[in-house]
């Protein structure tokens, strides 16, 4: 429903009328009931004055924009001049973490101001009031330019957001460069000429395959290109800044990036593969008339912008969201702030002053690392600074708690069945988790959670505590039964690998189920799986179960597989496990597509994983190639990484 709201010109009549009506009965004795009156017409002042004072919303989000190559915060190229001279404008934020590594959530949790892959991992059910439904029900007018590449990660937890585009009403959703996305926002502007607006602006720019073009040209490398596509989008936000400042004053303008992007750091590329601070951390900039200049060098998160911008738009408060108004911040009334946290997979970490730590629940593995002393996030300090190590990780694990109470409530809301404890925080990849899913197993559980209390063992690493139940459980349902023969065969009881094998050979089976008897034959060596694997290959429904295929017919090493797997490596979502898995096959035929990728293929982490693929290869023409691309590949990573199985194959000899 539409909550009705004042134009503006209500608005200023309403205004003067309460300064009116204030002076006259201020004047007058106007006995006990004075007070009451006093508080009303206060009241009714300062909504008027919060209705004169609403403006246009523009929220500018840059893919793939790491902190650390901005010139605002410290980078030495001059990547930013316009984020720069608005940065001297407004509130910068030194600290700023997006919720995930890579756009898909991260965006959901910016427009939601929720933990949205936590949230929807326990409770996929869950809807969430989003930033333009929000404004929208409260008299903006709301539209929204970005790309399909929102939703690549988890389409199905991001379908119901992506049928209505998060709430927006007026919708450009396709790629566009960064100079016609903010075409499309000025004619926005143009045609409809509203009242105020939220505008949502996503350039895509920064995004590999990185482009050369803009000046200055830094060099060839990919991180050179890199920073010239920084150079284009910033000078489409410096026009799109120029044009509100001209036509839309009063505009709070937020700009910010989805994640960072890795070059090498942690020896890795790209970004959505790991919680440091190069695919993390993230510039924030809030500029608006009201607000004098400022830095802020507390840690915040993207989570914290939806509750910002509701309380610099005036607009009444939504009853949940996990972020915070940031105002006391930014007004220097506070310098605390509560930690951030974000995640991934089974990853999370947790920002807090200067320390910074890493916790792998599916591997119950930390890492700590003091950000103030070490930003590269070199040295862990969990050995050294143990008790600070467990101090975080109880913060963590208090969050974790808070997000179960959050699931239940909305397990409420939504009229979701009740799941056992150990099933939810099995979904969140909590290894400690294994013997409670297993008891799940063993007593009278409904029949839907002791499925997927099955499931989750086998998603989990294993741990052969949980086989003696697995033995006593009798399930009355036979899927539940066919569950748990897969799980016990991973914790390698013989005895059921023949119903195993059934299990992988029935058509009708479901996909996971067979995905699950796969990999567990696969890790067996058992003669015949190859072709239910690659049957299961092209029907995987998401790109991580595609990898988990991948790396399955990996791990069987039948050559048989090698075209499937050829043909399949052209695509980014899964390059990377069809290389290791065809250097795990090895042999003449996967030869010949390896050296080719070390040397002209055009990702460089393409190009680092054929060179560890070959390492098993070995021969003259591994060796030969690996040669080359030590002493000639324009990326530093790459010859490093040949030159490094150069020198292995060296000692093998």
């Not at 990036?257 to 590329?269: I, K, P, T, Y």
């Not at 702030?337 to 599916?362: C, M, P, S, Y």
Request: with cysteine; proline share 6%.
């Amino acid at each position: 429903m539409r909550i009705l709201s004042l134009p503006p010109a209500r608005s200023r009549v309403l205004f003067l009328a309460s300064i009116l009506l204030t002076s006259i009965l201020l004047s007058l004795d106007a006995g006990p009931g004075r007070r009451g009156i006093e508080h009303y017409v206060s009241a009714l002042t300062n909504h008027a004055a919060a209705l004169a004072t609403q403006h246009d919303v523009v929220l500018v989000t840059i893919d793939c924009l790491r902190a650390d190559h901005v010139g605002a915060y410290g980078y030495k190229r001059p990547t930013t001049p316009y984020f720069d001279q608005l940065a001297r404008q407004g509130v910068r934020f030194q600290r700023a973490y997006a919720q995930a590594p890579h756009t898909s959530f991260s965006i959901a949790s910016l427009l939601t101001g929720r933990y949205f892959a936590t949230l929807t991992r326990l409770i996929p059910e869950a809807r969430f009031m989003t930033l333009a439904r929000w404004l929208r029900a409260h008299g903006w007018l709301t539209a929204a330019i970005y790309p399909p590449a929102v939703y690549v990660t988890d389409k199905d937890k991001l379908s119901p957001y992506a049928a209505d585009h998060f709430g927006f009403e007026h919708v450009r959703h396709e790629y566009l460069s960064a100079d016609q996305s903010v075409d499309a926002a000025i004619s926005f502007f143009e045609k409809q000429r509203p009242s105020r607006a939220l505008l949502w602006l996503h350039l895509f720019e920064p995004h590999e395959p990185y482009e050369v073009g803009g000046a200055p040209a830094f060099g060839t490398r990919d991180i050179d290109r890199y920073d010239q596509e920084i150079v284009v989008v910033d000078a489409a936000l410096g026009r799109l800044a120029r044009y509100l400042a001209q036509q839309r004053p009063g505009a709070t303008l937020v700009v910010t990036s989805d994640h960072g992007e890795a070059f090498d750091e942690h020896n890795e590329r790209f970004h959505g593969t790991n919680l440091y601070e190069e695919q993390l951390r993230v510039p924030l900039l809030i500029v608006q008339p009201s607000l004098r200049p400022k830095v802020v060098k507390a840690p915040v998160q993207l989570i914290d912008v939806f509750p910002t911008l509701i309380g610099l738009s005036h607009a009444p408060w939504p009853s949940t969201l996990d972020g915070h108004d940031l105002s006391g911040l930014m007004e220097g009334r506070t310098n605390k702030h509560t930690a951030v946290i974000a995640t991934l997979r089974e990853q999370l970490t947790l920002v807090q002053g200067n320390f910074k730590l890493i916790w792998d629940l599916r591997k119950d593995a930390m890492q700590l690392f003091n950000l103030a002393a070490d930003p590269r996030e070199l040295h862990d300090l969990t050995q050294e600074r143990s008790q600070e190590s467990l101090h975080l990780r109880s913060q963590l694990q208090d969050w974790i708690e808070e997000q179960l109470a959050g699931a239940d409530r909305l397990r409420l809301i939504y009229a979701v069945p009740a799941v056992p404890e150990a099933v939810l925080r099995a979904r969140l990849g909590d290894a400690a988790s294994v013997d409670a899913l297993a008891e799940v197993l063993d007593r009278s559980a409904s029949t839907p959670a002791q499925i997927e209390a099955a499931q989750q063992l086998l998603r989990l690493p294993p741990r052969i505590s949980t086989l003696p139940k697995l033995l006593q459980a009798r399930p009355a349902n036979a899927l539940v039964d066919d569950w748990i023969h897969i799980a016990e065969l991973r914790l390698g009881h013989k005895p059921a690998q023949l119903q195993v094998e059934r299990i992988l050979h029935r058509a009708s089976a479901a996909f996971e189920l067979r995905l699950r008897a796969a990999q567990v034959l696969a890790f067996r060596a058992v003669r015949g799986t190859a072709p239910a694997l690659l049957g299961l290959l092209d029907k995987c429904p998401t790109f991580d179960t595609c990898r988990e295929v991948i790396e399955a017919l990996g791990q069987l090493g039948d050559h048989s597989a090698i075209p499937a797997l050829t043909k399949r490596a052209s695509d980014p979502m899964v390059q990377r496990e069809v290389i290791r898995a065809l250097g795990q096959i090895a042999g003449a035929e996967s030869l010949a597509f390896l050296v080719d990728c070390l040397l002209h293929d055009p990702r460089v982490s393409a190009r680092i994983e054929a060179a560890r693929a070959l390492e098993k290869e070995g021969g003259a023409v591994a060796l030969k190639a690996l040669s080359q691309a030590a002493t000639s590949d324009v990326e530093a990573l790459v010859r490093t990484t040949a030159k490094s199985v150069l020198a292995s194959h060296t000692v093998a000899k």
